[in-house]
């Protein structure tokens, strides 16, 4: 069992800048595929980046490539999210979730998820 907490959400200006991060629990967090997925209102929830098991590799929704990375941090049970040049469809809730088979772009490849965290981004 993982149980994931997301902080770092809040309200930017265009062109500014978010660090997300999503604590883990478990001594298991770094067999776990991670990733990022938002929803926005009245829209699906929307696959962002992911990264493997180890940190070296990593993927991304071309709608954030060359603007968000995705890091992580075994030693501390950690995934960020850093997102910069940030846009008005932007603005969604941010869930981390984690993936005991590798990972993906799909809803369904991941096991455990988080309760979210609000990222508003004002024109």
């Known amino acids: 069992q993982v149980q994931l907490v997301e902080s770092g959400g809040g309200l930017v200006q265009t062109g500014g800048s978010l660090r997300l991060s999503c604590a883990a629990s478990g001594r298991t967090f770094s067999s776990y595929a991670m990733g990022w997925f938002r929803q926005a209102p009245g829209q699906e929830r929307e696959f962002v980046a992911g990264i493997r098991w180890s940190g070296g590799s990593t993927y991304y929704a071309d709608s954030v490539k060359g603007r968000f990375t995705i890091s992580r941090d075994n030693a501390k049970n950690t995934v960020y999210l850093q997102m910069n040049s940030l846009k008005p469809e932007d603005t969604a809730v941010y869930y981390c979730?984690?993936?005991?088979?590798?990972?993906?772009?799909?809803?369904?490849?991941?096991?455990?998820w988080g309760q979210g965290t609000e990222v508003t981004v004002s024109s």
């Open positions: 979730a984690a993936s005991r088979l590798g990972g993906g772009i799909w809803y369904a490849q991941y096991d455990y």
